[in-house]
């Protein structure tokens, strides 16, 4: 497994090992031994969640303050933007967003640990996302981060600026501003 680490340290982009051939391919989406030596992480994950969203949909960012989750994602039909903001505010790169094309045309995962806020963009007619919690899903803890804060600037790869055409649900469309969000210590 390779593993490139983003702008922001702690965030990881994952690419398994593909063994393939005329027939297609294999790779091993998650075995915790590879994944503890390739980051020196030795997680559980406790949950695994899977979405299917069409083209515009854009879910996030979505975050759990007294239950954080650490995240391992991947898009196994599709493509979609992914982005992770830090939320941690005794980090250095608080504030700071990472944002990456993710897609069933490559292996490549992104691992978003606990303290971030999480969402992306559907850019195909449709996409699968699917990824491993280190935490459970708690709706009673859950916060949405607003996907279009000036404060964070955030490149989402959009025809229309506005959001005109976006596809969201009520709680991303309320989402608080970083100014105003609940964060981690």
């Known amino acids: 497994m390779k593993v490139e680490r983003t702008a922001i340290a702690d965030l990881l982009v994952l690419e398994p090992k593909l063994h393939g051939d005329a027939r297609g391919y294999f790779l091993e989406s ?16 406790v949950q695994d969640n899977h979405s299917r969203s ?12 007294r239950q954080p989750q650490g ?6 039909a599709g493509e979609v933007w992914d982005v992770a903001v830090d939320l941690r505010r005794s980090s250095s790169s608080f504030g700071r967003w990472v944002g990456m094309a993710l897609s069933a045309a490559s292996p490549r995962m992104l691992w978003i640990p606990p303290g971030f806020a999480h969402g992306f963009l559907v850019l195909s007619e449709h996409a699968e996302v ?17 996907w279009n804060d000036p404060a964070l600037g955030i490149g989402w790869p959009l025809a229309d600026k506005s959001g005109a055409g976006l596809l969201l649900a009520e709680k991303d469309r309320r989402g608080a501003p970083l100014a105003q969000a609940p ?3």
């Open 54 to 65: 069409q083209r515009n949909v854009l879910r996030g960012l979505h975050y759990q303050l």
């Open 130 to 146: 699917q990824y491993k919690a280190t935490g459970y899903y708690a709706p009673e803890d859950e916060h949405s981060l607003l």
């Open 71 to 76: 995240k391992l994602v991947r898009v196994t």
């Open 183 to 185: 964060t981690y210590p």
């Open 30 to 45: 998650y075995n915790r031994r590879s994944f503890a030596q390739a980051t020196g992480l030795d997680l559980e994950f």
